[in-house]
């Protein structure tokens, strides 16, 4: 079981940065893919960034790739996501997840543990 916790959202202007963090309980942190995806009103949950348990995979959406960052402290249990060069179309409530699976995935059914949420909003 591992309980997740997401942090770091806000009200950013367009071309400012916020960095999420998402932190998780129990021992095997370490063994899970971490996933973050986002969803915006009327729209479904999307894929945004993904990374290996070692850490030394990522994968992005091509939407956020060379804005977005992700990376994680297994010695702290923490999955970090770095979003530099906000749009207002970035505007949505991201979503940690945690995935058994020994690849990165960007089907939300193929995560076995979310976080609540937290809503970043960009204005123009």
């Known amino acids: 079981q591992v309980q997740l916790v997401e942090s770091g959202g806000g009200l950013v202007q367009s071309w400012g940065s916020l960095r999420l963090s998402c932190a998780a309980s129990?021992?095997?942190?370490?063994?899970?893919?971490m996933g973050w995806f986002r969803q915006a009103p009327g729209k479904e949950r999307e894929f945004v960034t993904g990374?290996?348990?070692?850490?030394?995979?990522?994968l992005y959406a091509d939407s956020v790739k060379g804005r977005f960052a992700i990376s994680r402290d297994n010695a702290k249990n923490t999955v970090y996501l770095q979003m530099n060069n906000l749009k207002p179309e970035d505007t949505a409530v991201y979503y940690c997840a945690a995935s058994r699976y020994a690849v990165i995935r960007i089907a939300p059914n193929q995560y076995d543990y979310w976080g609540q949420g937290t809503q970043v909003t960009v204005s123009s």
């Open positions: 129990g021992r095997t942190f370490s063994s899970y893919v």
């Open positions: 990374i290996s348990w070692s850490g030394g995979g990522t």
